[in-house]
């Protein structure tokens, strides 16, 4: 029985609402519905069609889209969100049986938030009076303070008067609006600022700060969707309309002096100063030129953001941050397959009126346990082709099942529920992420089940398999899976071996400076040979003469005690205890294979390097993966593959790899593998190894053009993979202690292939 910790994360569902262009109608009817819903406010508004659409919806992991188009939707988006569409007509529901109202039909309505706030919290008569809506908008305006304000005018017909509750609930005032002083904005609690009512705020970091002035004609839409998606991120923000600026400049003030704070005792934050799509970089130019000096330190920003933008070595433009309204944590029970149950956390705001239909909302999942078997997988990867896994590990029919940044999202209906989980297959998760690229499917190859098997043999990857790393040992097992026999002083004199062959030589003290090594710089035999037994490795026996056939063979010593069978002539016959006959040593289980067991040595080495550097628990591995087509022939294989997973996300990075052990790779295989990598997004890392010392001339310039090519590559070879730790061999780096994959592939780039990469030494 293992312990597996459940963290929860309750939010609102996150809605994007997909307009046309320019069309005012359709936006102002998703501000209203936003400001009806919990966590309307970091919902995006989305222009269909548009460049930006992908991006905007790739940044905020929405979990359904509402059509407002009046069209259906397209690829690609029709095929991401094909069951989580809300159209226009379905926005409300069934009406109600008592009071024939009806209600939308968006995930968790602000009547109950309300209702709450208004028996719990607005008792204080003072707080009250701080709400307020505004009246008396001239219809220039319009746009502007629905985008600013939030409002109720363009509800669907049959909605309910969400207006007059609010007012009622909340005690708010009207205030009118007004284009001449704009001093008591920031004093007053607006509808869209209520849909954010004890949600926290979190992560959402990037280029662009966590306050800003955004400045924009305050009547074109293309401003007013980029404003309220920048606010939608979780920034504090201030639409200043161009014309308009001298009436907006206390408001202005407000958030370049709350921008003003320190992140830490070297680094200070500042407010952005950003313009809009309408405005030119003269223009904001002019305006910036004529602020007062007392307003406080700002950056001048003329670029617009770029939502979802992924790119190596850049940490995006702006990012949204996470919203949580509730959070809870639980520990559950796996034995085999299967774990205990789980009580989901609920939002605050439910009471005896609730039904089952009225409100849903989501709740993040992330499953860690550090102590599990590498067989299986509690948290799975945000990529394609796991939704089905996703839906399996939660179990019960609680509602939507999907894959998030930060990890499995349930959408929930009904109270008090229970969640019933089970891991996954770590295979199952390579399998399809390799499936859902190629179109083809994944089956274990037989060197990658010869390899996963020794490594259950040996205990764990990270440790039990450092005994593969010494040279002289691989040739020890490379020469009894050939059928050899070998004494304890003949694989004592191979390990000791410092004549250097073509490829190398055994020992190297620069090389096993952490790892069976004496102070002497001489190799641990003892150490090293009671490993090999004890890890059985190795099988103990003698050769004995047979006395009636004179057959002369080895027995494994459980055949032998004072007696042994002739295995020829089955004559039974005493052990000759006089004579001086030494211990010999056959390879065991899967070592007698030929070849090391298919070269499975090579890929474990790899897969151990890799793991030590990431050095994460939740980390998972894979050995070898045939791709066959649908006549059952090999298309493609794979002898290694690596999952890092990022701490408290869904996020990741993927390695595929191909191991040799002293022959050379050839151009053809590592296409295959290259093309594979074409069909994974984001971009793997490629990586080779090899047991030699170094790679040929030839090897050099195929992976020398690969790099060239835009691939991620990590040519491994066996300085690399024998050491335990890479510092001595990063010493001369910038980053001598590789500590990600990023680094591991700049270094053994720029020093196996001599190719300079984002990393060059010292």
């Known amino acids: 029985m293992e312990s597996i910790i459940v963290r929860q994360r309750l939010r609102p569902l996150r809605y994007a609402f997909l307009v046309p262009p320019d069309d005012s109608a359709a936006f102002l009817k998703a501000v209203c519905l936003n400001t009806a819903v919990w966590g309307g406010i970091y919902n995006p508004i989305v222009v269909i069609p548009s460049d930006e659409a992908g991006g905007v919806l790739s940044a905020f992991d929405v979990d359904r889209v509402v059509n407002l188009t ?8 029709s095929v991401e969100f094909e069951h989580r569409t809300v159209e226009e007509a379905d926005l409300l529901q069934r009406p109600d ?35 307020a809506l505004i009246k008396d908008v001239p219809d220039e305006w319009r746009l502007y303070c629905a985008a600013s304000f939030g409002g109720f005018a363009e509800l669907p017909k049959y ?23 704009d001093a008591a904005y920031g004093e007053w609690v607006f509808p869209i600022f209520l849909t954010r009512h004890r949600l926290r705020r979190f992560g959402g970091v990037a280029n662009f700060s966590s306050h800003l002035v955004y400045f924009g004609d305050h009547a074109n839409i293309t401003d007013l969707v980029e404003f309220w998606n920048i606010r939608a991120t979780g920034r504090e923000t201030w639409f200043v309309p161009i014309n308009h600026v001298h009436n907006h400049l206390k408001m202005a003030t407000r958030i370049i002096r709350a921008g003003k704070y320190a992140i830490n005792p070297q680094v200070e934050n500042s407010a952005d100063i950003q313009k809009g799509a309408s405005v030119s970089e003269e223009r904001l130019q002019q305006i910036v030129a004529t602020l007062p000096p007392e307003i406080g330190p700002f950056t001048v920003r003329t670029w617009r953001p770029r939502f979802g933008l992924k790119a190596e070595y850049y940490v995006g433009d702006i990012h949204a941050a996470d919203i949580e309204g509730a959070a809870g ?21 439910l009471d005896e009126s609730y039904r089952f239909d009225d409100h849903m909302w989501a709740v993040e999942l992330q499953l860690s346990n550090p102590y599990s078997s590498d067989e299986l997988m509690c948290r799975l990867p945000n990529a394609h082709g796991l939704s089905r896994l996703a839906r399996e590990v939660i179990m019960g029919g609680l509602g939507e099942v999907r894959l998030g940044r930060n990890g499995i999202v349930l959408v929930v209906e009904r109270q008090r529920s229970n969640a019933y989980l089970a891991p996954v297959k770590t295979f199952d998760v390579f399998k399809a992420m390799l499936e859902e690229a190629t179109g083809l499917k994944a089956f274990p190859s037989q060197a990658g089940i010869y390899a996963d098997r020794i490594i259950h043999k040996m205990g764990r990857l990270d440790y039990d398999c450092r005994i593969f790393k010494v040279r002289g040992v691989r040739e020890i097992i ?40 004496q102070r002497n710089g001489s190799p641990h035999f003892s150490a090293i040979f009671s490993e090999m037994l004890d890890k059985r490795v190795i099988r103990p026996g003698m050769f004995f003469e047979c006395n009636n056939c004179h057959a002369d063979t080895w027995y494994h010593v459980s055949e032998f005690a004072e007696d042994y069978t002739c295995r020829f002539c089955f004559e039974r016959q005493r052990v000759n205890f006089a004579s001086k006959t030494e211990w010999n040593y056959k390879a065991d289980g899967l070592f007698q294979v030929a070849d090391s067991a298919q070269g499975s040595i090579a890929a474990i080495l790899a897969l151990w390097r890799l793991n030590e550097v990431s050095h994460h628990l939740d980390d998972r591995f894979c050995t070898g993966i045939e791709l066959r087509r649908p006549d059952n022939n090999v298309a493609a294989e794979v002898d290694f593959c690596f999952l890092k997973l990022f701490l408290l996300t869904a996020e990741y990075e993927l390695v595929i790899g191909e191991a040799k052990g002293f022959e050379d790779y050839d151009a053809d295989k590592l296409h295959r593998l290259l093309e594979l990598a074409d069909g994974l997004s984001p971009q793997p890392y490629v990586a080779t190894a090899t047991l030699k010392d170094r790679y040929s001339e030839g090897e050099q310039e195929l992976l ?27 010493a001369q780096m910038r980053n001598p202690h590789a500590v990600s994959l990023r680094d591991l592939s700049d270094n053994c780039v720029f020093l196996n292939i001599h190719q300079r990469g984002a990393n060059p030494p010292i």
């Not at 509750?165 to 007004?178: H, Y």
């Open 478 to 517: 490379g020469r009894l899976s050939a059928g050899d026999t070998l004494t304890r002083g003949n694989m004592c004199d191979i390990v000791k071996a410092t004549t250097p062959d073509r490829f190398g030589q055994n020992w190297d003290p620069a090389i096993y400076e952490h790892i069976y090594r």
């Open 70 to 77: 009046g069209k259906p939707l397209r690829d690609p988006l």
């Open 329 to 349: 944590e639980e520990i559950s029970f796996l034995t085999g397959d299967r774990m205990t149950p789980i009580k989901l956390v609920e939002p605050p705001y």
């Open 97 to 131: 049986f008592h009071t024939r109202t009806r209600s939308l039909s968006l995930g968790f309505g602000m009547g109950a938030v309300l209702r709450y706030v208004a028996e719990s919290e607005l008792r204080d008569a003072s707080w009250r009076s701080r709400v």
């Open 159 to 181: 909605a309910g008067e969400v207006a007059a509750s609010f007012k009622s609930l909340t005690g708010a005032q009207d205030v009118a609006f007004s284009t001449n002083d």
């Open 704 to 730: 020398r053009d690969i790099v060239k090519r835009g691939y991620k590559l990590i040519p491994l070879t066996r300085l690399e993979l024998d050491p335990y730790y890479t510092a001595t061999r990063f």
